[in-house]
């Protein structure tokens, strides 16, 4: 198991930033890819940003630019900096895990799954 706990979401105006913060329990941090993914009312759960164990990162078109992913291995921490807002960004942010080195963009792939933060940008 790898309890995750996501934090820093919050209601903002369209332009502002947001940092969001998971952090992960557990002495293996290191062995695991670390992804963000999102869910809007009434759609389905999107990929966002993923970032494996030496810092490669993947993302989604639209928020190419925008959003940085990254993680602190010694905090067990990953992060998802999240600059220019858009309404359209407006969603619940999960965190999730995968004991793999590779990236993956399916939620499917992640076994672990943080309670999810709710981001709100206002135009």
């Known amino acids: 198991q790898v309890p995750l706990v996501e934090s820093g979401g919050g209601l903002v105006q369209a332009g502002a930033s947001l940092r969001l913060s998971c952090a992960a329990s557990?002495?293996?941090?290191?062995?695991?890819?670390m992804a963000w993914f999102r869910q809007a009312p009434g759609n389905n759960r999107d990929f966002v940003a993923a970032?494996?164990?030496?810092?490669?990162?993947d993302y989604a078109d639209s928020v190419k630019g925008r959003f940085t992913i990254s993680r602190d291995n010694a905090k067990n921490t990953v992060y998802l900096q999240m600059n220019s807002l858009k309404p359209e960004d407006t969603a619940v942010y999960y965190c999730?895990?995968?004991?793999?080195?590779?990236?993956?963009?399916?939620?499917?792939?992640?076994?672990?799954w943080g309670q999810g933060t709710q981001v709100t940008v206002s135009s």
């Open positions: 970032i494996n164990w030496r810092s490669s990162t």
């Open positions: 557990g002495r293996t941090f290191n062995n695991y890819a």
């Open positions: 999730a895990a995968r004991y793999h080195s590779s990236n993956s963009y399916l939620q499917n792939d992640y076994a672990y």
